[in-house]
C-alpha cells in the first residue's frame, strides 16, 4: 500500500475527471489531494482534499483574459502561506511516498522543497515537449505557454503527457506521449448514431455560438449552461453526468469548445467534431489544430462562427468518421500499467 500525494488543477473538470479514473482504478493505495474550485467540488465526495488556489483565469465571453492569469499567478505567489501551513500540516500527518501533479504547481513547489518524487500526468505539457507545426500567428501565444509551464514546473523530471494526437517529442528523458483516460462511464457506453447534434461550452460564450446551434439544420442538445428549456431546435439541458454521455454517445457530430477531455470522449464514440478553441488559450488552439490537422473535424476559430465551415464540415463528415475509426482513443490500460508500476516501485520509466 502505497501513500500517494495527488494534486489536481481546479479551473475546469478535466484534470478531476482524469484524476478520480486514476484513483478509482487504485483502490490499495491511499490517496490525498490537493485542489481548488471545480476540481475540490469534484474530489472531495470521495477523497480527503486540501484546499489550495489555483493559478489560472475562466474564460468570459468565450476569452481567456491573459490579465486574469498574470494576477493569479501574482496573487498566490504572495498570499497563501497560512493556507500552505495548514497542508503542510496534513501533508506531514499523511506521510506520502510520492507524488503525482495533474497541472497542479502548488505540488511541484512542495516536491521541490521535501524531495518527493513526483509525476507530472497531464495533457498541457504537450506544450512544452511536443515538437508542434503550429501557425505563425500562434507562436507567440506558444511561446507564453511553454514559459508559464517553465515557470511552475520546471523541477519535475517525469513526465505522462495524456494526448488524444501523438506529436513528435523534442526533449530526452523520462517523456513519453499516452492516449487518453477515459472515466469508466465512457467506456462502459456503446456508440450509436441519432439525428441530434451535441453542444458543450463549459464557459460564458459569445451570442454568436447559440445563434449558430439555431442555424443547424438539426435538432441540438446544448450543455454547460445548467438550464431547462428550449428555443426552436436547441434544448438546454441542466448538468447531468450520465444524460450527457448518454446524448454524446449517441449524437450525430459535436460541437464544443476545445477543451481535452471532451474531445477525447467524442472522438472514442467515434463523433467528428467541430470545435470552437477560447481566445488566449493555447492549449485549446493546439487541440483544435491537431483535431483538423488529422481529419477529426474541424475548428471554427472565430468570434462569428462561420457557415462556410458548417458546409465543409457537413461534406467531409464520413471522412472524419473513417480517419477516427482508424485510431484508439482509449489509453487506460496502457496508462495503469505504467502508474501501477511507479507506485509500487516508487520510479518512473517512459
Given at each position: 500500500?502505497?501513500?500517494?500525494?495527488?494534486?489536481?488543477?481546479?479551473?475546469?473538470?478535466?484534470?478531476?475527471?482524469?484524476?478520480?479514473?486514476?484513483?478509482?482504478?487504485?483502490?490499495?493505495?491511499?490517496?490525498?489531494?490537493?485542489?481548488?474550485s471545480?476540481?475540490?467540488?469534484m474530489?472531495?465526495?470521495?477523497?480527503?482534499?486540501?484546499?489550495?488556489?489555483?493559478?489560472?483565469?475562466?474564460?468570459?465571453?468565450?476569452?481567456?483574459?491573459y490579465?486574469?492569469?498574470?494576477?493569479?499567478?501574482?496573487?498566490?505567489?504572495?498570499?497563501?502561506?497560512e493556507?500552505?501551513?495548514?497542508?503542510?500540516?496534513?501533508?506531514?500527518?499523511?506521510?506520502?511516498?510520492?507524488?503525482?501533479?495533474?497541472?497542479?504547481?502548488?505540488?511541484?513547489?512542495i516536491?521541490?522543497?521535501?524531495?518527493?518524487?513526483?509525476?507530472?500526468?497531464?495533457?498541457?505539457?504537450?506544450?512544452?515537449?511536443?515538437?508542434?507545426?503550429?501557425?505563425?500567428?500562434?507562436?507567440?501565444?506558444?511561446?507564453?505557454?511553454?514559459?508559464?509551464?517553465?515557470?511552475?514546473?520546471?523541477?519535475?523530471?517525469?513526465?505522462?503527457?495524456?494526448?488524444?494526437?501523438?506529436?513528435?517529442?523534442?526533449?530526452?528523458?523520462?517523456?513519453?506521449?499516452?492516449?487518453?483516460?477515459?472515466?469508466?462511464?465512457?467506456?462502459e457506453?456503446?456508440?450509436?448514431?441519432?439525428?441530434?447534434?451535441?453542444?458543450?461550452?463549459?464557459?460564458?460564450?459569445?451570442?454568436?455560438?447559440?445563434?449558430?446551434?439555431?442555424?443547424?439544420?438539426?435538432?441540438?442538445?446544448?450543455?454547460?449552461?445548467n438550464?431547462?428549456?428550449?428555443?426552436?431546435?436547441?434544448?438546454?439541458?441542466?448538468?447531468?453526468?450520465?444524460?450527457?454521455?448518454?446524448?454524446?454517445?449517441?449524437?450525430?457530430?459535436?460541437?464544443?469548445?476545445?477543451?481535452?477531455?471532451?474531445?477525447?470522449?467524442?472522438?472514442?464514440?467515434?463523433?467528428?467534431?467541430?470545435?470552437?478553441?477560447?481566445?488566449?488559450?493555447?492549449?485549446?488552439?493546439?487541440?483544435?489544430?491537431?483535431?483538423?490537422?488529422?481529419?477529426?473535424?474541424?475548428?471554427?476559430?472565430?468570434?462569428?462562427?462561420?457557415?462556410?465551415?458548417?458546409?465543409?464540415?457537413?461534406?467531409?463528415?464520413?471522412?472524419?468518421?473513417?480517419?477516427?475509426?482508424?485510431?484508439?482513443?482509449?489509453?487506460?490500460?496502457?496508462?495503469?500499467?505504467?502508474?501501477?508500476?511507479?507506485?509500487?516501485?516508487?520510479?518512473?520509466?517512459?
Amino acid at each position: 500500500m502505497t501513500n500517494i500525494l495527488y494534486g489536481v488543477h481546479g479551473i475546469g473538470h478535466g484534470h478531476a475527471v482524469r484524476a478520480l479514473t486514476v484513483a478509482r482504478s487504485f483502490p490499495q493505495h491511499n490517496f490525498l489531494f490537493i485542489s481548488d474550485s471545480d476540481g475540490y467540488e469534484m474530489l472531495h465526495p470521495e477523497y480527503k482534499v486540501c484546499k489550495l488556489a489555483t493559478n489560472g483565469s475562466p474564460a468570459f465571453g468565450h476569452v481567456m483574459p491573459y490579465s486574469g492569469a498574470i494576477i493569479s499567478y501574482c496573487k498566490n505567489l504572495l498570499a497563501g502561506k497560512e493556507e500552505m501551513g495548514k497542508v503542510m500540516q496534513a501533508i506531514e500527518r499523511f506521510q506520502p511516498d510520492l507524488a503525482v501533479t495533474d497541472y497542479e504547481p502548488n505540488l511541484a513547489k512542495i516536491c521541490r522543497k521535501t524531495g518527493l518524487p513526483c509525476l507530472s500526468l497531464d495533457h498541457q505539457h504537450v506544450a512544452s515537449f511536443g515538437s508542434l507545426q503550429l501557425p505563425v500567428s500562434k507562436i507567440f501565444d506558444l511561446a507564453l505557454l511553454r514559459i508559464a509551464i517553465w515557470m511552475q514546473f520546471r523541477d519535475i523530471q517525469n513526465h505522462m503527457i495524456i494526448s488524444f494526437f501523438n506529436p513528435v517529442i523534442r526533449a530526452k528523458g523520462q517523456v513519453k506521449v499516452f492516449p487518453p483516460i477515459l472515466r469508466a462511464k465512457v467506456i462502459e457506453r456503446v456508440a450509436t448514431e441519432g439525428d441530434h447534434v451535441l453542444a458543450y461550452h463549459g464557459y460564458s460564450t459569445t451570442s454568436e455560438f447559440h445563434k449558430f446551434l439555431l442555424s443547424l439544420p438539426y435538432p441540438v442538445r446544448c450543455y454547460g449552461m445548467n438550464e431547462d428549456k428550449v428555443i426552436a431546435n436547441v434544448t438546454y439541458r441542466e448538468n447531468s453526468t450520465d444524460h450527457f454521455l448518454d446524448d454524446l454517445a449517441s449524437c450525430r457530430y459535436v460541437m464544443s469548445t476545445a477543451g481535452h477531455t471532451l474531445l477525447s470522449e467524442a472522438l472514442y464514440f467515434g463523433k467528428p467534431v467541430m470545435a470552437f478553441p477560447i481566445r488566449n488559450a493555447c492549449e485549446q488552439f493546439i487541440n483544435g489544430y491537431y483535431l483538423e490537422k488529422n481529419g477529426y473535424g474541424l475548428m471554427n476559430d472565430a468570434f462569428h462562427p462561420s457557415f462556410d465551415i458548417l458546409n465543409i464540415f457537413e461534406r467531409n463528415r464520413a471522412a472524419y468518421k473513417k480517419n477516427i475509426q482508424e485510431n484508439s482513443f482509449c489509453g487506460n490500460e496502457t496508462v495503469m500499467t505504467v502508474l501501477n508500476r511507479y507506485f509500487n516501485s516508487k520510479e518512473y520509466s517512459a
